[in-house]
């Protein structure tokens, strides 16, 4: 299993991953689950990935290798005018090689299913966020929903909703986003370090650098041990529930 955050920020977005594809006693495999392309001073691109490898690693290099084409009907993802454009590429290509991946197998067979979050900025456009699922169908983020998770979920969304706001620094973000993934690595096995982030500055049109979050990680470790040591303080000052006699 995987977990994968993207945020919209109002300054710009942030991509948070973790790399741990098989949580197996003797089966341990990690892999990156972001992804980026970019042309410094015109776009850059990013995009996790959760869901079957298989599938995954095989729209990721159909992107990539669309890239070192031109072609004006089919425009690759560094050649799309817009984001919109960008989302549509890489939904159709999901589509696409689920549907030839699956053939042969039991309708409703969701062995080959992989959903992605799509983020980026093209120059002359609005930074943008995208949901894509293994239909080929997606959305984009709102202001009720001003972020996206794939993979295992459930554990890490509380955090987010109560904790995060649009105006957010790039540094309160990670914070509340190292928070969402401590609680979803304590609760699922599947789930674990190294973590990749990603951060994009609006209307930059510039990569910034990978950063990553090993198992040794000093700051990380800092946060699980003051989260924990939080949560049960802030549990010891809450009224006491009483039996009513």
Request: proline content about 4%; hydrophobic content about 40%.
């Amino acid at each position: 299993m995987s977990y994968c955050v993207a945020l919209k920020l109002s300054h710009g977005l942030v991509f948070m991953s973790d790399t741990l594809t098989n949580g197996g006693l003797d089966n341990i495999s990690r892999y990156p689950k972001t992804f980026s392309w970019g042309i410094q001073g015109e776009r850059q691109i990013f995009l996790s990935v959760a869901g079957n490898l298989a599938t995954s690693q095989a729209v990721i290099s159909t992107l990539s290798e669309q890239t070192k084409v031109k072609n004006e009907r089919f425009p690759s993802i560094l050649q799309a005018p817009t984001m919109f454009r960008v989302a549509k590429t890489v939904s159709e290509t999901l589509a696409e090689i689920i549907d030839v991946t699956s053939k042969g197998q039991q309708k409703g067979d969701n062995s080959f299913s992989a959903t992605f979050i799509l983020g980026g900025q093209i120059k002359g456009g609005e930074q943008r966020l995208y949901l894509i699922y293994p239909e080929g169908n997606f959305i984009e983020v709102s202001e009720e929903n001003p972020f996206f998770q794939i993979g295992e979920t459930k554990y890490g969304r509380p955090i987010l909703v109560r904790g995060f706001y649009p105006e957010m620094t790039f540094e309160e973000a990670i914070k509340l986003l190292m928070v969402s993934f401590d609680s979803t690595i304590k609760a699922n096995l599947s789930v674990g370090l190294p973590l990749d982030i990603y951060t994009y500055e609006k209307d930059s049109f510039i990569a910034r650098p990978t950063i990553k979050i090993k198992n040794d990680d000093a700051y990380f470790n800092m946060i699980s041990n003051e989260w924990g040591k939080a949560l049960k303080e802030s549990l010891a000052t809450l009224p006491s529930f009483k039996f009513k006699k």
